[in-house]
């Protein structure tokens, strides 16, 4: 015969799980926006141009290509080099350099309309109905109000949009954040149609409560928790080398583990604790390179972009998103740091002296790496994360400049192609 305190443990656990979502939702993180550039009505030259470059490589570039298989960051290479202070000639030059190996849209299999828009989720092909639907919709619907047609896609229904953005190595989360951040329209359905082609199996662990439950422990640090995740040797030899191809796999066979980690991370201060998170993320893309070898990891990038477009649409989007959105960054960061091997974050190591944000922002824009889309982000994020939160001992300087010195080009591959 089970004893009372038996029986009431699934019913604690049920209690648990529902107050912890219900809580998560009831939180939300508050600091100010950055500054929104609208180019669409800015009447210099420099905006101008930037204006122009986007609606060109709108026209003619797909926002995915070489078999459906890389996505397009002319808009983010752009974005970031504007942001940075880059003049009209530069970013003419990463327009050039960019165009060089983007791709013609393609017609895809058939429209998408309001009637069956979810059925084509997840399907690449048809890229180019998603963004024919989306701008159907500014125009028909909205008055060529972006925002209304994403409050109405990303973040209404039962199963919003805006809970899949991780999808595709969150290239669609750091598309909408440059969609906001610089006021566009094209951007905006762009990041739409982004988000609906990359829209994967990932959005179900945010939009179904029942994979938000006690882990085994719990931290409120991020850093803590890789540090602990490097250790568990459960995680060894689960794959032959590193790579995005081990993701997928990883979740349909070690789902559990995945969720042990995830739900380990306790939010209770969700302001102060995405300020730790965007620390982590820097971490995790400069303090993971071994010495000497001036490589860094092309999808730990992802894990500190990611995490710039979050610190850029949270001041934007309904509250009731805000833990969610930093939670399915937090899966996605366990996601790819498993699938790259869990290389050791050395929170000692060493970096140059500081120089100064001056020379941060010239060298992502004259120098030689100045079309590469990734360093340039990178950089723009750390310097983001920097006045967001103050940089009073100057880890995210330090940090930029020695990337900005350093940085000789991306590995981490495995045995994928290099994606662009």
């Known amino acids: 015969m089970s004893s009372p305190m038996i029986a009431l443990v ?5 209690i648990r799980k529902y107050w912890t979502t219900s809580n998560y939702a009831a939180q939300s993180i508050d600091f100010p926006s950055v500054e929104i550039h609208d180019v669409e009505t800015a009447p210099e030259k420099r905006p ?9 490589n709108h026209v003619n570039h797909s926002i995915i290509y070489h078999n459906l298989q890389y996505h397009n960051h002319m808009p983010h290479l752009l974005g970031s080099a504007y942001l940075l202070g880059a003049n009209p000639e530069q970013l003419q ?4 350099e960019e165009s060089k190996e983007l791709e013609a849209w393609e017609d895809s299999p058939a429209e998408v309309t309001d009637s069956d828009w979810r059925e084509f989720l997840g399907d690449k092909r048809y890229q180019r109905a998603y963004v024919d639907f989306y701008e159907d919709e500014l125009a028909l619907k909205y008055n060529y109000d972006w925002k209304k047609v994403a409050d109405e896609y990303l973040f209404s229904g039962k199963e919003p949009l805006i809970n899949g953005v991780i999808g595709g190595l969150g290239h669609p989360l750091i598309h909408l954040g440059y969609a906001y951040e610089l006021s566009s329209k094209e951007l905006g359905v762009e990041a739409l149609a982004m988000s609906s082609t990359a829209y994967n199996f990932l959005h179900k662990y945010i939009d179904d409560p029942k994979y938000t439950r006690p882990s085994t422990y719990s931290s409120i640090s991020p850093l803590e928790i890789l540090h602990k995740l490097a250790s ?3 995680f060894d030899g689960l794959f032959p080398s590193k790579g995005a191809s081990n993701i997928e796999p990883l979740f349909t066979q070690h789902e559990p583990l995945v969720l042990e980690y995830w739900n380990a991370w306790t939010i209770s201060n969700p302001t102060e604790q995405f300020r730790d998170s965007q620390e982590a993320a820097m971490n995790l893309l400069v303090r993971t390179v071994k010495p000497g070898t001036h490589a860094y990891d092309f999808f730990m990038v992802h894990l500190l972009t990611t995490s710039h477009a979050v610190r850029i649409l949270l001041p934007m989007i309904p509250k009731k998103f805000h833990v969610s959105l930093v939670r399915q960054w937090w899966l996605l960061v366990i996601a790819v740091y498993v699938a790259q091997l869990r290389p050791e974050i050395d929170e000692g190591m060493e970096v140059k002296p500081s120089k100064n944000w001056k020379y941060v922002e010239e060298k992502a824009v004259s120098g030689p790496w100045a079309t590469d889309a990734h360093y340039v982000k990178a950089l723009r994020a750390m310097k983001e994360a920097a006045f967001t939160w103050g940089d009073v001992h100057d880890r995210y300087l330090s940090a930029a400049t020695h990337f ?3 940085f000789n080009g991306w590995t981490g591959f495995g045995a994928m192609d290099e994606e662009n």
């Open 10 to 14: 699934p019913l604690v656990n049920r």
């Open 404 to 406: 900005a010195d350093d």
């Open 48 to 56: 101008r141009t930037l204006k122009h470059l986007i609606k060109a």
């Open 232 to 234: 568990d040797t459960r």
């Open 93 to 96: 030059k990463i327009y050039d």
